[in-house]
């Protein structure tokens, strides 16, 4: 059974910094790209990171330069550590990977981040 598990968000200011955890059970992790999430109320999901298998990243242009997303393949774990935080950055975010072969894909709970001004 393939479980996702978010941790790390709380209330922190404006220009705080904040590390998301998302530790993976019942996969092999290793050969699974991994993406975090962020929905903010009355808005869309949207794509914040991603790291591939090989550790490439990509990130929406929003977070570039203040957010760094990493895993730790002995951990099974993949981080969001998030810096300069602003009030936009408020949302409840999400990890996700996608399992083609299974044809879907896997999330966690969510965990709110709250940056307040």
């Known amino acids: 059974q393939v479980q996702l598990v978010e941790s790390g968000g709380g209330l922190v200011q404006a220009g705080g910094s904040l590390r998301l955890s998302c530790a993976a059970s019942g996969i092999i992790f290793e050969i699974y790209a991994m993406n975090w999430y962020r929905q903010a109320p009355g808005k869309q999901r949207e794509l914040v990171a991603s790291?591939?298998?090989?550790?490439?990243?990509n990130y929406v242009n929003s977070v570039k330069g203040r957010f760094t997303i990493s895993r730790d393949n002995a951990k099974n774990t993949v981080y969001l550590q998030m810096n300069s935080l602003r009030p936009e950055d408020t949302a409840v975010y999400y990890c996700n990977t996608e399992m083609p072969a299974r044809r879907r894909g896997y999330w966690g709970q969510g965990t709110q981040v709250t940056v307040s001004s």
């Open positions: 790291i591939s298998t090989s550790s490439s990243t």
